[in-house]
């Protein structure tokens, strides 16, 4: 099983950059998925971003897209979200989350362990 800790998460004005990292401990097998979701107050939690461990295929949400870039280092077991134009509707509690089936999923019922979260608060 993989555990999943996130950090880099904080507070930062509109238009700041931020970068969270996901450590992940235990085993990585090239088909697994690393994904970012997020959740802000009284809302579902919704995708972000993912990646394909091996491949480095991406896919983003549209409401992402062309501000965050997801990325990993395989030697370090690490996956980042890189975070640029931030606005404050970006401000949510951000989660990795990992799935084992090989394809990239974009509802949070894919992914199979999720991390703790950490706490982004974008401010106008």
């Known amino acids: 099983q993989v555990q999943l800790v996130e950090s880099g998460g904080g507070l930062v004005q509109a238009g700041g950059s931020l970068r969270l990292s996901c450590a992940a401990s235990?085993?990585?097998?090239?088909?697994?998925?690393m994904g970012w979701f997020r959740q802000a107050p009284g809302k579902e939690r919704e995708f972000v971003a993912a990646?394909?461990?091996?491949?480095?295929?991406?896919r983003y949400a549209d409401s992402v897209k062309g501000r965050f870039t997801i990325s990993r280092d395989n030697a370090k077991n690490l996956v980042y979200l890189e975070m640029k134009s931030l606005k404050p509707e970006d401000t949510a509690v951000y989660y990795c989350?990992?799935?084992?089936?090989?394809?990239?999923?974009?509802?949070?019922?894919?992914?199979?362990?999720w991390g703790q979260g950490t706490h982004v608060t974008v401010s106008s």
């Open positions: 989350a990992v799935n084992s089936a090989g394809m990239i999923f974009t509802t949070p019922r894919g992914y199979d362990n």
């Open positions: 235990g085993r990585i097998f090239s088909t697994y998925i």
């Open positions: 990646i394909k461990w091996i491949t480095s295929d991406t």
